[in-house]
T-cell receptor
């Protein structure tokens, strides 16, 4: 079984400041890792994913994440945030062997202040 | 590409009635679709996995007779909430797994309100 823990429920940050949203996972098997963003009353949009290869993954909108196997983490970072980045962010994991079933973290609300 | 639509985007129904929600992959084939439920300010809870041409697999605690799922084609899955009650009010989101890919594409969600 897998589980995902997003360590911060809310992250307030000023515009143009850097941000890191933390994600830790637990799994007894190899995993794929994902970060999704959700704007109010909308579905989820994929920011980035780690399947294999380089542990530093770059995504859309200037976001990147680093897979750390020893620490079982997949933290999301952006060097300079915009007001438009205000949204809910979800980290998710799926095992490499199944049909794509995702296990989501609890979500982190990123609040970008002017 | 890789667009998933849901219809309706919102619906209000009376207690005891049934509501059908459609999930369509518009430009790709999806052998597997997933249905999630999301309560306000909470994460997504997987309800069931829908495979084209076979019965859906429900997660523990999800009533299969209440939440009927049909995946009749490679581009369409439906979720029917039968005999809806106010506690079924929620945001329902579907996703579609693109064939030969590990990436899920999510629909925009359907807001169900049962009065």
């Amino acid at each position: 079984a897998q589980s995902v823990t997003q360590l911060d429920s809310q992250v307030p940050v000023f515009e143009e400041a850097p941000v890191e949203l933390r994600c830790n996972y637990s799994s007894s098997v190899s995993v794929y890792l994902f970060w999704y963003v959700q704007y109010p009353n909308q579905g989820l949009q994929l920011l980035l994913k780690y399947l294999s290869g380089s542990t530093l993954v770059k995504g859309i909108n200037g976001f990147e994440a680093e897979f750390n196997k020893s620490q079982t983490s997949f933290h999301l970072r952006k060097p300079s945030v915009h007001i438009s980045d205000t949204a809910e962010y979800f980290c998710a994991v799926s095992s490499t062997g199944n049909t794509g079933k995702l296990i989501f973290g609890q979500g982190t609300t990123l609040q970008v202040k002017p | 590409g890789a667009v998933v639509s849901q219809h309706p985007s919102w619906v209000i129904c009376k207690s005891g009635t049934s509501v059908k929600i459609e999930c369509r992959s518009l430009d790709f084939q999806a052998t597997t679709m997933f249905w999630y439920r999301q309560f306000p300010k909470q994460s997504l809870m997987l309800m069931a996995t829908s495979n084209e041409g076979s019965k859906a697999t429900y997660e523990q605690g999800v009533e299969k007779d209440k939440f009927l799922i049909n995946h009749a084609s490679l581009t369409l899955s439906t979720l029917t909430v039968t005999s809806a009650h106010p506690e079924d009010s929620s945001f329902y989101i579907c996703s579609a797994l693109q064939r030969f890919s590990y990436e899920q594409y999510f629909g925009p969600g359907t807001r169900l309100t049962v009065t």
